[in-house]
């Protein structure tokens, strides 16, 4: 069985296998995630099991890079199982963000209690979803993508280096994306902020085949990643206050429109430091993050 093999069993792999290897291990986190939120779909959970999927795609993207793809059928029932959480994700932070913003915003309490409900319906309906996930199929999949790797004939130094231009190719894109990154474009930081997030998971899958340095560096992406997201979560959160019809009749038109143009200033100002950190990156020498791979 996939889950019943561990990358500590035996001696440790080399090359190819360990990808097989951390094929396995993220797979079995996944599993245990999965029969976790079809119990009860709460925050950390929703949390834990959407970082183990990523995890679980990265590696799958460093199988492929050594000719060991995974079924088109199999990427599509993870990345779907993925995306299906976002929604979710989103709601909890604007409702734990209205109502850190209750005290001095009253009216934003009732507007939480409303996504909190919307929140319930949702966890409900993806617990319901994800008790059916076709767990048997999948893990014959991704067994069969192991045994594969397995068998791969490269030499560990082949491997290697596949793997590293692997991630030189996720860099490659983020970089392109970040120079794109200029004034107030939410659009190219959004994109930029996707390649970020796609790199950082291939880094982490990649790690034992990068220098040590590389760590460190996992770390220094994180808070990058973190700053990039609330950004997003703050991008959401207002197109949520404008879709909601009792906002503007609990607070009134004017003073409605008096708090969205404050969040958006706020929003404008972060936006724009956050370029100058983008595109501080990429004016350095070396550009920041670029030589992870090296």
């Known amino acids: 069985m996939l889950g019943a093999r ?3 069993d035996a001696s440790a792999p080399q090359g190819a296998p360990l990808v097989a290897s951390a094929l396995r291990l993220h ?31 990265a590696v799958l993207e460093l199988a492929a890079a050594l000719d060991v793809r995974a079924s088109r059928k199999l990427l599509r029932r993870l990345e779907r199982t993925l995306s299906s959480l976002s929604p979710l994700r989103d709601l909890e932070v604007e409702k734990k963000t209205l109502q850190s913003m209750s005290d001095d915003e009253p009216e934003l309490a009732e507007i939480a209690v409303e996504l909190e409900h ?27 993508t192991a045994e594969r790797l397995e068998a ?3 030499r560990p130094r082949a491997v290697k280096l596949v793997v590293l231009a ?10 392109r994306r970040r120079s794109s990154v200029c004034g107030a474009d939410q ?6 902020r996707v390649a970020f997030k796609q790199y950082r998971y291939v880094v982490e899958a990649a790690m034992p085949f990068l220098p040590a340095r590389a ?12 700053e990039l997201g609330g950004i997003q979560d703050t991008s959401v959160l207002l197109q949520t206050l ?8 609990r607070r009134g038109a004017k003073r409605a429109r008096a708090l969205l143009a404050a969040l958006e200033r706020n929003q404008d100002l972060r936006v724009q430091s956050m370029v100058q950190v983008l595109t501080a990156q990429a004016a350095a020498e070396p550009p920041a993050f670029s030589e992870i791979f090296v």
């Open 6 to 8: 561990s990358p500590s």
């Open 27 to 57: 797979w079995r986190r996944s599993r245990s995630e999965l029969t976790k939120f079809a119990a009860r779909a709460d925050r950390a959970r929703a949390h834990d099991l959407r970082v183990n999927l990523r995890r679980l795609l």
């Open 118 to 144: 919307e929140r319930a319906a949702l966890a409900t309906s993806l617990s319901e979803k994800l008790g059916r996930f076709r767990t048997a199929q999948t893990e014959r999949a991704l067994e069969a």
């Open 152 to 154: 791969v004939p490269f």
């Open 166 to 175: 692997r991630v030189e190719r996720a860099y490659t894109k983020f970089a």
């Open 187 to 192: 659009v190219a930081l959004h994109r930029a």
């Open 215 to 226: 760590a460190r560096e996992l770390l220094l992406m994180k808070e990058l990643q973190d």
């Open 242 to 249: 404008r879709r909601f019809p009792s906002f503007r009749r």
